[in-house]
């Protein structure tokens, strides 16, 4: 029987709260004590104003590269964009570029939820940066803290595909369903003033209102949330049937839009209780996909959300904070209980799913029709980095783009920008502008860095245990090199790497993960699917990070002698079990320079034979990898040809 809008509300079975719980019921709805610690002439927030600053989008740290013995904390503030869906206009963008040199550290990050974030902005002008924003048709409200996160959906700007329109007009809506409604963001940063913005859907703003058989706390500022909000962050996400662009098995609760013949909207299916979050050596915190919950009807859509996240704020766990997502509510309830109680809160019944096709990763790189007569466009960023750095010079190459042709974009679920609505004759003009900034083409990026991703860690996140940014490139570098060497350089796989087990690069549902356990040292998962549909495991507790090679060439090796065909790597690993590969590797002799070759070339051990490194300027090797990737060929392939062609005319 569902519950009426007057029913108490069922609390959960802990009653004691942490210590968190306490400052936001005293925040006065995000207010305190924010408002009156910016107004003090210091260059941090106090630990208590930390966590109800994040509510408002920003998070305080310390760059641990600038730290100095026996002075105060280099302290500055790392601001987010909340972005339904990855949508940035022209005008926040210029804005956004415009703060990264004027308050921040020259560059912008590009984030695993499609939003942007500045980093070294100081406490001083972390107002000033905020209104900007939000005078530029930005907003950052929400983007952290114990609430519903950036809603993510596929960024294909498909204009002759309703359910991709579709997919981001709901992400949008439900992104605007579940803002805080406080006023204290517009008193804080912009004086009172509420920016202009775009109008919300009526049916978005009547279910917020709606006395339906979700417990509402109608009384206060915030009808969904209430004065505690969740008890801790909450994740969505919404796609199309097929398209896993936004990991949705990783998500809190995704939703796949559902259309009849016509293109209409018909309803969608839902998954609920992802979450990659975790804690080393706290067996009782885990990574978790998300279950298969049923599908809703479209005019029903938005009170099921309601009903999830009030089921959510009202049994998750407000005590231990480490087992407050959501994830492991489905985890101690199940399936079915969870079910029962969204269908109370909701007041009807769920369908089945729908039948659906396979899901598979999509990145929408390079140039795509977008269905309208004009063209798309998906860049590669490295990690998420927009900088200008050397030759390469990226974020100079964004900003013309955006001054020139006055292009939306919209970022990626994995770091990466697509401009859209670009007109057919303007192609060659962004194409000479790219090429002049020394931003590669698709074709010329190495498939390893294209599937490859981190979260930004050292310096700047106070959670890292080691680097992550800045090591992974190295990294793909190394691999690479080892493939190559072992006759896999043509072989691309998803690789993932954290600097703590927070999973913000989401890793655990990488090919091989990476995830942060020492200094210098990594944890090691295997066997995720190329689609991220299934969970990685951890394959080893610590690797050091100059262990690289010697540790992956034997898992590497074995995976190309007995992989089926056309078998990926993370594939192989979960289907031979890692009581085999350790068996290999136990079994494993290294590849030895001085080992006799067989008639194949290869190593008496049956590896394949060693190859030896030289070195390269910078500029030729990156003359290379275009060369080879224009040949279709591996770079290392192209310097035997060139130096064999060499000597021989040389000898004769």
Not at 119 to 137: D, E, F, P, Q, R
Not at 148 to 156: G, K, S
Not at 222 to 230: D, K, N, R, V
Not at 266 to 281: D, I, S
């Amino acid at each position: 029987m569902a519950k009426s809008a007057s029913s108490p509300v069922a609390a959960p079975t802990e009653t004691r709260l942490s210590k968190v719980e306490g400052l936001k019921e005293r925040s006065n709805f995000l207010r305190e004590p924010v408002a009156s610690e910016l107004l003090l002439d210091t260059n941090y927030f106090s630990n208590d104003a930390i966590q109800i600053l994040k509510f408002h989008g920003s998070y305080q740290q310390v760059d641990r590269d600038l730290q100095k013995p026996g002075q105060e904390k280099p302290y500055q503030m790392m601001l987010r964009t909340r972005s339904p869906g990855g949508f940035i206009p022209p005008q926040l963008y210029l804005t956004l570029d415009r703060l990264a040199s004027e308050y921040g550290n020259e560059t912008l990050r590009a984030t695993t939820r499609q939003g942007f974030q500045l980093h070294g902005i100081l406490k001083k002008n972390l107002k000033a940066t905020i209104a900007a924003i939000v005078n530029s048709m930005g907003s950052t409200l929400g983007a952290c803290g114990d609430l519903n996160r950036n809603v993510m959906a596929p960024p294909a700007p498909y204009k002759n595909r309703p359910e991709y329109q579709l997919a981001l007009a709901y992400a949008n809506n439900i992104a605007d369903l579940l803002t805080p409604q406080t006023g204290a963001y517009y008193e804080i940063w912009l004086d009172g003033e509420k920016a202009i913005s775009a109008e919300e859907d009526p049916a978005v703003k009547a279910a917020r209102q709606s006395n339906g058989s979700t417990p509402m706390r109608l009384d206060t500022e915030e009808p969904i949330y209430g004065a505690t909000y969740m008890p801790r962050k909450f994740k969505c996400a919404v796609t199309v049937p097929g398209d896993n662009s936004v990991d949705l098995f990783s998500q809190d609760l995704s939703l796949v839009v559902i259309t009849n013949e016509q293109g209409e909207l018909e309803g969608f299916n839902v998954y609920a209780g992802g979450g990659l979050g975790r804690t080393h050596n706290k067996e009782e915190t885990f990574a978790r996909i998300a279950d298969e919950i049923g599908f809703v009807g479209a005019a029903d859509v938005y009170g099921l959300v309601k009903a999830i996240v009030a089921v959510q704020r009202d049994y998750g766990d407000r005590f231990d904070r480490r087992h407050s997502r959501m994830k492991y509510l489905l985890h101690d309830w199940g399936v079915a209980k969870f079910r029962d109680h969204v269908e109370d809160y909701l007041g009807k019944k769920l369908e089945p799913a729908r039948p659906l096709p396979a899901w598979r990763y999509e990145d929408f790189l390079g140039w795509h029709e977008q269905g309208d007569g004009h063209l798309f466009l998906g860049l590669s960023i490295q990690n998420g980095r927009v900088h200008d750095q050397g030759d390469f010079k990226l974020r100079s190459a964004l900003r013309q783009i955006v001054e020139r042709f006055q292009l939306p974009m919209l970022l990626t679920p994995h770091q990466n920008v697509l401009f859209y609505d670009i007109k057919p004759g303007d192609r060659a003009a962004i194409e000479k502008i790219l090429t002049d900034c020394g931003v590669w083409a698709i074709e010329q990026i190495d498939p390893l860095e294209r599937l490859a991703m981190a979260c930004p860690a050292m310096p700047t996140c106070g959670l890292a245990i080691t680097e992550s940014e800045r090591a992974l490139p190295g990294f793909v570098e190394r691999i690479r090199s080892l493939m190559e060497r072992l006759g896999l350089g043509d072989e691309s796989f998803v690789i993932r790497m954290t600097g703590c087990p927070n999973g913000c690069a989401r890793p655990y549902m990488a090919e091989l993960g990476f995830v942060g356990s020492a200094p210098n040292a990594y944890q090691v998962w295997l066997g995720g699917s190329p689609s991220q549909t299934r969970l990685a495991q951890t394959f080893t507790e610590r690797m050091k990070d100059t262990d690289l090679e010697s540790f992956l060439e034997p898992i590497l090796v074995y995976f190309k002698r007995s992989r089926e065909p056309g078998e990926s790597f993370g594939d192989f690993c979960h289907r031979v079990g890692f009581d085999t590969l350790r068996h290999f590797m136990q079994a494993y002799r290294p590849i030895d320079a001085k080992a006799e070759k067989d008639g194949q070339g290869r190593a008496s051990n049956g590896s394949a034979a060693p190859r030896h490194r030289i070195g390269i300027r910078d500029e030729l090797y990156k003359s290379v990898q275009t060369l080879a990737a224009d040949r279709g060929q591996s770079a290392t392939a192209l310097i035997n040809e060139a130096i064999a062609a060499y000597l021989n005319q040389q000898s004769n």
